[in-house]
């Protein structure tokens, strides 16, 4: 399964950014859908999932209330839409698709994007 992300950016604490994931192919409305992000020196952590089936979403509670996930099935295309962004959200975003979605966490599979950088800076 290929994944291409959208390009990154550099922006000041309070900003809003989005990024997009698309999945040429597969049947990508069955397919559960998860952002993690790896800031340096730090370990891979969850971010925010949605699942294939009915659109259900669960973010990660660092993030919540801030990030939005969303899905577009016509367009293959998952959204991680980013806002009152802190330094601390500083990280690469990588998505990854087709892992096991449950109402509080995403396993994630095998298949994943090659990560998009996001800078929070003044």
């Known amino acids: 399964v290929q994944l291409v992300q959208s390009g990154g950016g550099l922006v000041q604490p309070g900003d809003s950014f989005g990024i997009a994931c698309i999945v040429p192919g597969g049947t990508f409305s069955n397919y559960a859908m998860g952002w993690f992000r790896q800031a340096p020196g730090k370990e891979r952590e969850f971010v925010a999932a949605i699942s294939g089936s009915d659109g259900r979403t669960t973010t990660a509670e660092s993030v919540k209330g801030r990030f939005t996930i969303s899905r577009d099935n016509s367009k293959h295309a998952v959204y991680l839409e980013m806002n009152s962004l802190k330094p601390e959200d500083t990280a690469a975003y990588y998505c990854?698709?087709?892992?096991?979605?449950?109402?509080?966490?995403?396993?994630?599979?095998?298949?994943w994007g090659q990560g998009t950088q996001v800078t929070v800076s003044s």
């Open positions: 990854n698709a087709d892992g096991t979605y449950t109402d509080h966490y995403y396993y994630a599979s095998e298949w």
